[in-house]
Nanobody, 121 residues
Framework: QVQLVQSGGGSVQAGGSLTLACVPS??????MAWFRQAPGKEREGVAA???????PYADSVKGRFSIIKDTLANTLYLRMNNLKPEDTAVYYC?????????????????WGQGTQVTVSS
């Protein structure tokens, strides 16, 4: 099992920026993603590196969020710009051994502890 340790998050006003970080217990690789879950809603895929190296994004975050794989720091980042109140959620890092559909939760085996992001209007 791969351990995923998250950091970052917090509270910000609408229009602001935050960066989330995820350090895996293995070398950072394809097959990693960010998901989020808002209260009363299902967990949704935000951005991913599939096992093919493609990077799908949820339509709601395209142009605002970037998923970054830093091999030197061995860290997966989610850079979030122009945040909106509807981005408020607990964000999770995820790892899967073979990921073909990057934004689908059941493609992933291991999950980080989650980190809260709150965006106020």
């Amino acid at each position: 099992q791969v351990q995923l340790v998250q950091s970052g998050g917090g509270s910000v006003q609408a229009g602001g920026s935050l960066t989330l970080a995820c350090v895996p217990s293995i070398a950072v690789s394809n097959g990693m993603a960010w998901f989020r879950q808002a209260p009363g809603k299902e967990r949704e895929g935000v951005a991913a590196f599939t096992s093919f190296g493609t990077t799908p994004y949820a339509d709601s975050v395209k142009g605002r969020f970037s998923i970054i794989k830093d091999t030197l720091a061995n860290t997966l980042y989610l850079r979030m710009n122009n945040l909106k109140p509807e981005d408020t959620a607990v964000y999770y890092c995820a790892y899967g051994t073979w990921v073909t559909r990057g934004l689908v939760a059941d493609q992933y085996r291991d999950w980080g502890q989650g980190t809260q992001v709150t965006v106020s209007s």
